[in-house]
T-cell receptor, first 114, second 112 residues
């Protein structure tokens, strides 16, 4: 079946602009995760959505970052007033609720802030 | 100190060699251990996951966990040029919010 999809694949934006990144998880997966991958930093957890429960936002680096998940499926990560240090690959993953160790990743959105 | 340490490489081996990739960790609460493969400009692909200490085999891949030493390994037998990628270890704590904690990845190149 279809895997996790993300859009856009690449985004170049000017410092100070807002950006929206989209994730469409695997059908039937009720858990959804956002990670950020920077050069030399590995993958860094950002936020986790579990079914209808309140999201775990403990990894969001600042209040400029927010995310929502509508209808238990598609998720949008929003970065306001982008900074150059926000440049990274933003990865979305999904899993079944009881198999959180089996997270399947999308191809990522490469964000460049100029 | 990072919770998960992984040698970044690069590691270069000839085709057909046995490859050993390793991670160490400091958090004894980690219970699940995963290995991901990531090709350039692609998302990570789950290769294997293990729960307990010991070995788990899947084709040419063997994952090994030693909880007493806080050390995990991934062995690749009969390595192929198509195995050239970055290999990431990941771990999580059962009931710990479901986030994965990743190593920084080891870059592997298998040469003809």
């Amino acid at each position: 079946g279809a895997g996790v999809s993300q859009s856009p694949s690449n985004k170049v934006t000017e410092k100070g602009k807002d950006v929206e990144l989209r994730c469409d998880p695997i059908s039937g997966h009720t858990a959804l995760y956002w990670y950020r991958q920077s050069l030399g930093q590995g993958l860094e957890f950002l936020i986790y959505f579990q079914g209808n429960s309140a999201p775990d936002k403990s990894g969001l680096p600042s209040d400029r970052f927010s995310a929502e998940r509508t209808g238990g499926s598609v998720s949008t990560l929003t970065i306001q007033r982008t900074q150059q240090e926000d440049s990274a690959v933003y990865l979305c993953a999904s899993s079944f609720l009881d198999r959180q160790y089996e997270q399947y990743f999308g191809p990522g959105t490469r964000l460049t802030v100029t | 100190q990072k919770e998960v340490e992984q040698d970044p490489g690069p590691l270069s081996v000839p085709e057909g060699a046995i490859v050993s990739l390793n991670c160490t960790y400091s958090n004894s609460a980690f219970q699940y251990f995963m290995w991901y493969r990531q090709y350039s400009r692609k998302g990570p692909e789950l290769l294997m996951y293990t729960y307990s200490s010991g070995n788990k085999e899947d084709g040419r891949f063997t994952a090994q966990v030693d909880k007493s030493s806080k050390y995990i390994s991934l062995f690749i037998r009969d390595s192929q040029p198509s195995d050239s990628a970055t290999y990431l270890c990941a771990m999580n704590v059962k009931g710990g919010g479901n986030k994965l904690t990743f190593g920084t990845g080891t870059q592997l190149k298998v040469e003809l």
